[in-house]
């Protein structure tokens, strides 16, 4: 059974930092591609940075250069770090993967439950 745990959200002052993880519960082979998008409360859910199979990646406008998408097949994570945060970034943020449970087999979607990030003033 294959779950996405997300960790390292909280609570930061503006200018901090916060590292999120996304963790791969489960036997898996690979996270082929994974992504963290960001929702507050009455808004649509945005993405914030995605990294494709080949590594490529993007970034939501907002971002400016002050976040990084990470994938480690090793740890099973993708990872978000995040510098420079503003109150602007107060939202939840979740987690997105797809997964090859098995080599030589389709990958399927998964979805974290997502974790809080609030940015004081």
């Known amino acids: 059974q294959v779950q996405l745990v997300e960790s390292g959200g909280g609570l930061v002052q503006t200018g901090g930092s916060l590292r999120l993880s996304c963790t791969v519960s489960?036997?898996?082979?690979?996270?082929?591609?994974g992504a963290w998008y960001r929702q507050v409360p009455g808004n649509q859910r945005e993405l914030v940075a995605l990294?494709?199979?080949?590594?490529?990646?993007k970034y939501g406008d907002f971002v400016k250069g002050r976040f990084t998408i990470s994938r480690d097949n090793a740890k099973k994570t993708v990872d978000l770090q995040m510098n420079s945060l503003t109150p602007e970034d107060t939202a939840v943020y979740y987690c997105?993967?797809?997964?090859?449970?098995?080599?030589?087999?389709?990958?399927?979607?998964?979805w974290g439950q997502g974790t809080q990030v609030t940015v004081s003033s």
């Open positions: 997105f993967a797809d997964v090859r449970r098995y080599p030589g087999r389709p990958s399927d979607n998964y």
């Open positions: 489960g036997r898996i082979y690979s996270i082929v591609a």
């Open positions: 990294i494709t199979s080949t590594s490529i990646t």
